[in-house]
């Protein structure tokens, strides 16, 4: 299930972000301390849901229980596509604690997300990223049905400033959320 964090997960993500996959995929501060994980809950999340820029939701099992992870939208604004129609994106990003991947909890997250992104009319259209290399969140946005669509600087920046290359994916209301075959095979090899 997915509900809000809290200033009382604080200790669950400050352990999960020791975690050196962290450094090497995500954007997250690194050395990771406790106050990035205090700050992050007590202003990143709530600021982001109060503004309507960014909503962050916690994994868990049961309402009260562990945080397991994290999934965010951050709203990126209009695109218009080549045919000249004007889409609202909106940017997934997601981590896991290590102990809680391969039970298929990001996918599942993931629907969830984009059921009530679509559903509310917030966006019409999601954007997925993931620096080269990182297969299983890869294989997470395939699963969900997103539509490969290259290789490109990230649209979010890293924590050095840098854009680097990265596997992008789109998936669009529209679609029927079943896994997509124009992925390049490594980044779906386990
Ligand atoms: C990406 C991530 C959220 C996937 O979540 P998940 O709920 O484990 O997803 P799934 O269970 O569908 O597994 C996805 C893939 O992870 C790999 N995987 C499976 N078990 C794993 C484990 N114990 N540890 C690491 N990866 C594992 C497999 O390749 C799997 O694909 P498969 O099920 O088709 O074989 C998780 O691996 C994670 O938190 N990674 C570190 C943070 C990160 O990279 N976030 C994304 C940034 S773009």
């Known amino acids: ?33 406790r106050e990035h994980a205090d700050g992050f809950l007590s202003e990143y999340v709530p600021s982001g849901w109060m503004s ?6 916690a994994l868990r099992d049961a309402p009260g229980a562990d945080l397991l992870g994290v999934i965010g939208l ?26 809680h991947r391969g039970r298929g909890l990001m996918p599942e997250a993931q629907r969830l997300v984009a059921d009530w992104a679509f559903s509310s009319g917030i966006v019409d259209v999601l954007h997925w990223e993931c620096l080269i290399g990182n297969v299983a969140s890869a ?34 209301a529209a679609d029927d959320r079943t896994p997509q075959p124009d992925w390049p095979a490594e980044a779906l090899a386990r």
């Not at 951050?74 to 102990?99: C, E, K, N, Q, Y």
């Open 1 to 33: 299930m997915l509900d809000q964090p809290v200033p009382g997960d604080a200790d669950g993500v400050f352990e999960y972000c020791q975690d050196p996959v962290f450094e090497r995929f995500l954007t997250v501060p690194w050395p990771y301390r």
């Open 52 to 57: 309507d820029r960014e909503y962050t939701w």
């Open 74 to 99: 951050r709203l990126t604004g209009d695109s218009v596509a080549a045919d000249a129609s004007v889409h609202r994106m909106g940017s997934i990003g997601f981590w896991l604690g290590a102990p």
């Open 139 to 172: 294989r997470t946005a395939w699963k969900s049905g997103f539509r490969f669509s290259g290789v490109g600087p990230s649209v979010a920046p890293h924590r050095d400033g840098t854009s680097p290359d990265s596997w992008q994916a789109h998936l669009a």
